[in-house]
């Protein structure tokens, strides 16, 4: 049986680039966000994963659409579900990466046409997000058959 995550994604742009993270020890990055904890809302989980990721306040917007994956941590199977979000969040710097609150991140303003470069996941969000700026209606995306 698969492990379930429901996670709340912030979709921060600046210009022609969006901010991303990166683990330790890991190839791939994701959006801003996390896990929604017990009795908690998905506005609510992403206002408190910035501010214990960043430091900073956040203002969630629009959403912009969810993402399915299903990938393997050491040979168990997991399942996500990303609920993604238009955010701004005035107090982060535009020209350089802001700095992590919690030492195994670090993050990055990645070109929105460049996406798989920097390994984004799941990876849906790199089409979805290379094309947003026109998106109207919500996006669906998965990576399972």
Known sequence: MSTTHLL????IRRDDRVLVVQAKGQSHT???GGHVENGEGLTGCLRRELREELGVESIVGAYR????HRWHRDGEPQYELNHCF???APALPSGTAPAAQEGYLSFAWAPAD????????PAPLRTLLAGESAAEAP?????MP
Do not use: I, M
């Open 8 to 11: 709340a994604r912030a979709v």
């Open 30 to 32: 994701f959006l801003p």
């Open 65 to 68: 659409g969810a993402v399915e």
């Open 86 to 88: 238009a955010v701004e």
């Open 114 to 121: 460049a996406l798989g470069e920097v390994h984004l996941q």
């Open 139 to 143: 996006w669906w995306a998965s990576t």
